[in-house]
């Protein structure tokens, strides 16, 4: 099953309707591997429709937070929550200057999640494993 498919499923099960506006919110999550906030979402989206609000992408993104398929990520030096969509175990790595976040698989998260489901009961909805610091391009720009 295509990510998209399940935010949407995702949403409907939660018994919130399907409008475009809430789809093409989690079109744009699934789809983007950039780790966007809500104000990017709303940029990116609110020239293809008539009505649709900064309030919509939060409480699409909300539902989708707390039901466990999306992670909210928190700041990343820019006062912005930043949402991903892969809630396959991974680390995040955000770059403080720039603000760029990338994906980094690891062996080690995979493992972490089971072995805290064991220990201690938890249904897991999601992680914020996020290191930060300085990408090379920004340290390079901060050395000149
Ligand atoms: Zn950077």
């Given at each position: 099953?295509?990510?998209?498919?399940?935010?949407?499923?995702?949403?409907?099960?939660?018994?919130?309707?399907?409008?475009?506006?809430?789809?093409?919110?989690?079109?744009?999550?699934?789809?983007?591997?950039?780790?966007?906030?809500?104000?990017?979402?709303?940029?990116?989206?609110?020239?293809?429709?008539?009505?649709?609000?900064?309030?919509?992408?939060?409480?699409?993104?909300?539902?989708?937070?707390?039901?466990?398929?999306?992670?909210?990520?928190?700041?990343?030096g820019d006062d912005s929550v930043h949402y991903d969509a892969?809630?396959?175990?991974?680390?995040?790595?955000?770059?403080?200057?720039?603000?760029?976040?990338?994906?980094?698989?690891?062996?080690?998260?995979?493992?972490?999640?089971?072995?805290?489901?064991?220990?201690?009961?938890?249904?897991?909805?999601?992680?914020?494993?996020?290191?930060?610091?300085?990408?090379?391009?920004?340290?390079?720009?901060?050395?000149?």
């Amino acid at each position: 099953m295509s990510n998209y498919l399940i935010l949407t499923q995702t949403l409907k099960a939660a018994g919130m309707r399907l409008t475009p506006q809430r789809t093409a919110v989690c079109r744009f999550l699934a789809e983007s591997d950039e780790h966007p906030t809500a104000a990017m979402i709303y940029d990116e989206l609110k020239l293809q429709f008539d009505s649709f609000s900064l309030a919509t992408v939060y409480n699409t993104l909300d539902a989708l937070v707390k039901l466990g398929a999306v992670n909210a990520l928190g700041g990343v030096g820019d006062d912005s929550v930043h949402y991903d969509a892969d809630t396959e175990p991974h680390v995040n790595l955000a770059c403080l200057s720039c603000n760029k976040i990338v994906d980094i698989p690891s062996e080690h998260v995979t493992h972490l999640d089971d072995e805290i489901t064991a220990a201690t009961g938890y249904k897991l909805l999601g992680a914020r494993v996020l290191y930060y610091g300085l990408c090379p391009d920004c340290q390079e720009s901060s050395n000149r």
